[in-house]
């Protein structure tokens, strides 16, 4: 399984952009980039995930790079809400299971 | 409403005892996990089930054991063998059918297991 790599924290002011790095360098060709998120002492939430394009939804986009060596997730206008550790995964093909780093804390600030 | 339940939210037990911790789920998923999660960690996988009356091991099943024999229940039992039982544990389903929301897995609130 790929291992992933991020940063401890980050802050973001309110209403702007949170950009958020993840990188996994030893991903195979068919194991998908996964993020979650947890807001404290709930379970985590799935936020989005994808193999090889950018992904949107309603949440986040996901942007991975060409070689697939790394991605960002991208929050397109922070509220305090989304004030949560963020985690980035790369999701074995053969068992379908996470593996969860310590992921990143992000702080959005009023 | 659909969802995962876990209950209680908090429990206390002595050293030494076994306990039991229950998972419920209504999405009609195939696919059960239990994760443990202790303070400022990700989660470790303890065990999963991708379909009734089996289950893996995850990486951390030392000290723990579980059960599938209904769809909805994946009850993990922490026994007097784990070492470090104090920990917020997780439990997640997946539906195992491509469905739009078939690589999403859905976390229930915890439960946060003190043992004294």
């Known amino acids: 399984d790929a291992k992933t790599t991020q940063p401890t924290s980050m802050d973001c002011a309110e209403g702007r952009a949170a950009n958020l790095p993840c990188n996994h360098s030893?991903?195979?060709?068919?194991?998908?980039v996964y993020w979650y998120r947890q807001i404290h002492s709930q379970g985590p939430q799935y936020i989005i995930h994808?193999?090889?394009n950018n992904e949107t939804n309603e949440m986040a986009s996901l942007i991975i790079t060409e070689d697939r060596k790394s991605s960002t997730l991208i929050l397109p206008h922070a509220t305090l809400r989304d004030t949560a550790v963020y985690y980035c995964i790369v999701r074995s093909g053969a068992t379908n299971k996470l593996i969860f780093g310590t992921g990143t804390l992000l702080a959005v600030q009023p | 409403d659909g969802g995962i339940t876990q209950s209680p939210k908090y429990l206390f037990r002595k050293e030494g005892q076994n306990v039991t911790l229950s998972c419920e789920q209504n999405l009609n998923h195939d696919a059960m996990y239990w994760y443990r999660q202790d303070p400022g960690q990700g989660l470790r996988l303890i065990y999963y089930?991708?379909?009734?009356?089996?289950?893996q091991k995850g990486d951390i099943a030392e000290g723990y054991s579980v059960s599938r024999e209904k769809k909805e229940s994946f009850p993990l039992t922490v026994t007097s063998a784990q070492k470090n039982p104090t920990a917020f544990y997780l439990c997640a389903s997946r539906p195992r059918h491509p469905t739009r929301s078939y690589n999403e897995q859905f976390f229930g609130p915890g439960t946060r297991l003190t043992v004294l």
């Open positions: 994808g193999l090889k």
């Open positions: 030893t991903i195979s060709g068919n194991e998908y």
């Open positions: 089930s991708q379909i009734v009356n089996d289950f």
